[in-house]
């Protein structure tokens, strides 16, 4: 017998493992919208950054600046607004997760593919140049994925 509320515990670990896929889907939507749609998106990025610069500019007349002045001191706090509005862009149309993964996961098909193609090629008659070179072939490509997966 388990733990009173074993049932209970699941479901939540199911619906947890369900929100961390959820939350590789939006990043992705966005990261394909971001990349179809590069002239709205800077819109936006400059419409946040414009906020900021609006809130410091308020703060510093709260703290008795003139509005020209807090104007001035809000954007030169700021710095290069025009730089900070490209690197923000940058970094919407950034990729939402690490490639690392999606790597190596290709390299493991490539090395899947290349051990199906061994095992076809060692079923090949070996008493033609044909079924020797497909064998050749074969182990160098199982041989390449390898050395590639592996210097990663």
């Given at each position: 017998m388990g733990?009173?509320?074993?049932?209970?515990?699941?479901?939540?670990?199911?619906k947890l493992?369900?929100?961390?896929n959820m939350?590789?889907?939006k990043p992705?939507?966005?990261f394909i919208?971001?990349?179809?749609h590069p002239?709205?998106?800077?819109d936006?990025?400059?419409?946040?950054?414009?906020?900021?610069?609006?809130?410091?500019?308020?703060?510093?007349?709260?703290?008795?600046?003139?509005?020209?002045e807090?104007?001035?001191?809000?954007?030169?706090?700021?710095?290069?607004?025009?730089?900070?509005?490209?690197?923000?862009?940058?970094?919407?149309?950034?990729?939402p997760?690490?490639?690392?993964?999606?790597?190596?996961?290709?390299?493991?098909?490539?090395?899947?593919?290349a051990?199906?193609?061994a095992?076809?090629a060692?079923?090949?008659?070996?008493h033609?140049?044909?079924?020797v070179?497909?064998?050749?072939?074969?182990?160098?490509v199982?041989?390449?994925s390898f050395?590639?997966?592996?210097?990663k």
């Amino acid at each position: 017998m388990g733990a009173p509320g074993w049932g209970n515990n699941e479901s939540a670990t199911r619906k947890l493992r369900g929100l961390k896929n959820m939350s590789r889907i939006k990043p992705t939507v966005d990261f394909i919208h971001a990349w179809q749609h590069p002239d709205q998106i800077a819109d936006e990025v400059e419409e946040e950054l414009r906020f900021h610069v609006h809130k410091r500019t308020q703060a510093n007349i709260e703290e008795g600046m003139t509005p020209d002045e807090a104007r001035v001191a809000a954007q030169q706090s700021f710095g290069d607004f025009d730089r900070i509005k490209v690197s923000c862009c940058e970094i919407k149309r950034g990729f939402p997760f690490d490639l690392k993964a999606l790597r190596m996961g290709l390299y493991i098909a490539i090395a899947c593919l290349a051990g199906g193609f061994a095992l076809v090629a060692v079923n090949l008659s070996h008493h033609n140049l044909f079924g020797v070179i497909w064998q050749f072939a074969a182990i160098a490509v199982l041989m390449c994925s390898f050395l590639v997966g592996r210097r990663k």
